[in-house]
């Protein structure tokens, strides 16, 4: 790994998954860019230095990550990949927007941990953290402590807040402010 990981990370993301334009986004807003963050976490040198990344934000306790399919999938493999050299290691959950219609009906998919343990939920970009608290519902649904979430990119449009709100403390590797200087400085 290099001597700046995160510096790294910027790189590819400013590189593979920010753009400037005319984009409609997943709520219909307007918005003159767009992150796409799936271009790094599915690049094999962005996985390695997001599973390496966020798992140093995981707290001793934390047992489990997950988040909502398609965003985080590929954070929560890098993440647990990642873990499996640490005395530490950590499952991955993905969770489906809606329980599954047939065979168990399950909603979170992947090695469950016991009822009470903590898990963290993830999201790759967070917007208005509606996404990442769709996670945090259902894993605490299931009977898990969720009190921290991890993002790529925070686009400060109200995520954090609304996360807080729901007793969620959100850790952003970056900020959109850091792209978007990132990106100008070229």
Same mark, same amino acid.
């Given at each position: 790994m290099s001597p700046n990981p995160r510096q790294d990370l910027l790189e590819l993301i400013t590189g593979l998954a920010y753009q400037e334009g005319d984009f409609v986004l997943s709520s219909g807003v307007k918005s003159s860019y767009y992150i796409n963050c799936k271009t790094v976490t599915l690049h094999p040198q962005g996985a390695y230095l997001v599973g390496h990344l966020c798992r140093a934000l995981l707290s001793p306790d934390t047992v489990a990550v997950g988040g909502l399919t398609l965003g985080a999938d590929p954070m929560v493999t890098a993440i647990s990949l990642v873990s499996a050299t640490t005395p530490q290691p950590v499952s991955g959950l993905i969770i489906r927007k809606e329980p599954k219609g047939h065979g168990a009906r399950s909603q979170i998919e992947g090695p469950? *941990? *016991? #009822?009470? &343990?903590?898990?963290?939920?993830?999201?790759?970009?967070?917007?208005?953290?509606? &996404?990442?608290? !769709?996670?945090?519902?259902? !894993?605490?649904?299931? =009977?898990?402590?969720?009190? #921290? =979430?991890i993002t790529l990119v925070d686009r400060l449009e109200g995520g954090q807040a609304y996360l807080a709100a729901m007793g969620v403390r959100l850790t952003a590797l970056f900020t959109l402010s850091d792209i978007q200087a990132h990106y100008r400085r070229g």
């Open positions: 469950l *941990p *016991p #009822a009470g &343990s903590q898990v963290t939920a993830v999201e790759d970009v967070v917007t208005t953290g509606q &996404s990442l608290g !769709l996670a945090v519902q259902v !894993l605490r649904a299931a =009977g898990y402590q969720v009190s #921290a =979430g």
